[in-house]
């Protein structure tokens, strides 16, 4: 497995090294198990199956700077971290995405812009390499995510105040890296600004987690079909005012268990 924090770092473990829990338990505190600097923050990971040479990592930081590197680069990582990519001051890793060399990547900001431009835009570099501009911020603005724009699947927008809707990827034309980008979310003092985006299909579940640690799960296919214009549909309402979504992440969907068969 692959970790990459939020300084541009990226360090690998074995899976059977993470100790296996119930869902009740606490788990392990990632600095028992990865050498973290002091204050440093895992963003990113999954899984590695090989270091192939026909694969790609799609880094993308808060300042909307775009960096492409071959997998194979990442191969010797040491125990204390190896450095993927140089980031500016103030800087800061936010998602990265593995890709085949034949992928649209979508970024997307918290004030509700998003931009769609083919992965080749941006050529592979060396690991000490800063990267290219993905998308031009306005003042105030930050990246908040990125995905892989697959065809005929859907972009997932979540807000602050949860509302969320569903926009088909084909709505996000393909443009070229380094411009302002279109509108993915109608933002408004009801909706908030946007907290998180995916790429989701019918096979998905997204988990949205707010600041105060509640986590609600539900089916993508139940949260409403909308344009990118439109604000969305309440997909998570709080127990208490002033509470705000901070995050979300995709899971497998959920299926019921079957029915044990009853006694005879």
Do not use: W
């Not at 509108?183 to 408004?188: D, E, G, I, R, S």
């Not at 985006?197 to 949205?208: F, G, K, L, T, Y």
């Not at 992440?249 to 005879?264: C, I, N, Q």
């Amino acid at each position: 497995i692959l970790f990459f924090s939020d300084r541009g770092k990226v360090y690998k473990l074995k899976g059977y090294q993470i100790p296996e829990t119930g869902r009740s338990a606490k788990g392990m505190n990632i600095v028992n198990l990865l050498e973290l600097e002091n204050g440093e923050k895992i963003t990113a990971m999954f899984p590695i199956q090989e270091f192939a040479d026909d694969k790609f990592l799609f880094f993308v930081t808060r300042q909307g700077i775009a960096k492409r590197i071959v997998l194979s680069d990442l191969q010797n990582i040491r125990r204390a971290g190896l450095r993927a990519l140089s980031l500016n001051e103030d800087d800061a890793l936010v998602d990265v995405r593995l890709t085949d060399g034949e992928q649209n990547i979508l970024i997307a900001t918290h004030n509700g812009k998003a931009i769609c431009f083919d992965e080749n835009e941006v050529r592979a570099m060396g690991r000490t390499a800063t990267g290219v501009r993905g998308i031009k911020l306005a003042d105030g603005d930050y990246v908040i995510g990125a995905a892989r724009a697959r065809k005929d699947a859907y972009v997932l927008s979540v807000t602050e105040n949860g509302y969320g809707k569903r926009t088909p990827v084909e709505e996000f034309t393909v443009h070229h890296r380094g411009g302002g980008g279109i509108m993915l979310h109608n933002l408004t003092e009801k909706t908030g600004l946007v907290a998180g985006i995916a790429v989701v299909d019918s096979e998905n579940d997204v988990m949205i987690i707010t600041d105060d640690g509640v986590i609600i799960r539900t089916g993508v296919e139940e949260i409403r079909e909308c344009g990118r214009g439109s604000q969305g549909v309440i997909v998570m309402r709080f127990k208490e005012e002033g509470d705000h979504v901070i995050s979300m992440a995709l899971a497998d969907r959920e299926t019921e268990k079957e029915a044990a068969p009853a006694e005879e």
